[in-house]
């Protein structure tokens, strides 16, 4: 079974997105995700300073089996990105909502965050 | 409803992710692809082959019927247990399936592909016309291949009884024990065995493997390790409009004695002497490295500088050279760099010869 923590919010191309304390949004792949992946080998991660939109492919997650897009779940500026995935991609599979964040962003409008599936949500969207 | 095979209980108990193949349900990995591909060709890793179709030819017209169905020659076989590679072509030279024959006491076994299971029993059978032969599938034959370094110490460790007759093989032959059947081949690029097995005694097998250390690997590794050993997956690399010429299975074509008419060999020999005198619109196999980041997959357009255009068949990331290895087929006259357009770029790629990995080690 995936594990869909509950504090975590999340859309349905498969990133989970966290509020942080400070107002900013840390975004991942979900255990699902990375389940349907098997063994990530290449992650390629974002421009920091790029301003994004919401649904624009700005990463790729590139498994033993496919290439998969990922996708900034809202608008704003990513203000960091995990450089640890790029040695390391296996972090995906073994910590998907922990050490293998994917990035940072600062949010163009924080109502948005609104707009995301919860972990109920999320998780009837997987069936 | 998907057919499962008589390890399936065992592959759920292992934790194998199952997927839908050729219409059955097989596991895919059961944690980690890589780990089970490394398992391979550092210690010993063991896959659930019962799938695949064995059809035994019987008859006193066993040999000349084979002779007439492989591009291969069956008469090439002289040891009895000794075991051929070979294409099994339509009268246009494409290939129907690729399979492997063993020459047993007075009769032969072949194992086909489990995709292409109903087309290959039905040109079987219609080619047999005329001859004094018998085909009988043995679907109550389950079938275990156990590869890597150490896979026949681990056998003959669990099967002490078969130790004597394991030791007696030699590479590319099989033998009978009973209703069992050891053959020294496989599909990795490592020694180790393909071993049929009676369906009812396949779960214990496994299970003894298991505790002796061998671990289970699902069709991914499969698909990785045979992707380094360089060798072809039907449908993927070859097919029914595809000739061997084309697919690097040239090797598998016997051309002498000139006089065997086996099916396809008109349309070969007219290919040969097209690609005589037109070689640059010939194709051929070969094998890609990318030394950069990212991972080239089938059917991505591979540009060949002055010279043409050409298509990935197989692509994967290799774990054992940690980086993007393919097959490819491509213009003859494709020297050693090509582009292959991958996610809408256009990256350097170096051209090798197959295979990419024997024995554990890169050989290009």
Known sequence: ?127 | MAKQTALYAKHLEANGKIVDFGGWDMPIHYGSQIQEHKAVREQAGMFDVSHMTIVDVRGPDATAYLQKLLANDVAKLQETGKALYSGMLNNEGGVIDDLIVYKMDGWYRTVVNCSTREKDLEWMSRQSKGFEVSLTERPELAMVAVQGPKAIELVKQVKADAAELIDSLKIFQGKGKGEWFYARTGYTGEDGLEIMVPEAEVAEFWQQLLDAGVAPAGLGARDTLRLEAGMNLYGNDMDESISPLQAGMGWTIAWEPAERDFIGRAALEAEKAERAANPQQALKQVGLVLEERGVMRSHQKVVVDGVGEGEITSGTFSPSLEYSIAMARVPVGTADKCLVEMRGKLVPARVVKLPFVRNGKQQF
Request: aromatic residues 8%.
């Open chain 1, 1 to 127: 079974m995936s594990n869909i923590p509950a504090e975590l919010k999340y859309v349905t191309s498969h990133e989970w997105i966290r509020l942080e304390a400070d107002g900013t949004v840390t975004i991942g792949i979900t255990d699902f995700a990375q389940a349907q992946l098997g063994d990530v080998v290449f992650v390629e991660l974002p421009e920091v300073g790029a301003e994004v939109e919401a649904e624009q492919d700005i990463a790729v997650v590139e498994s033993v089996k496919a290439a998969s897009d990922i996708y900034a779940p809202l608008a704003g500026k990513i203000i960091a990105v995990n450089d640890a995935l790029v040695d390391t991609p296996e972090m995906v599979n073994e910590d998907p909502y922990g050490n293998a964040w994917f990035f940072k962003m600062e949010l163009a409008n924080a109502d948005d965050l609104n707009n995301l599936l919860d972990a109920d949500a999320y998780a009837a969207a997987c069936e």
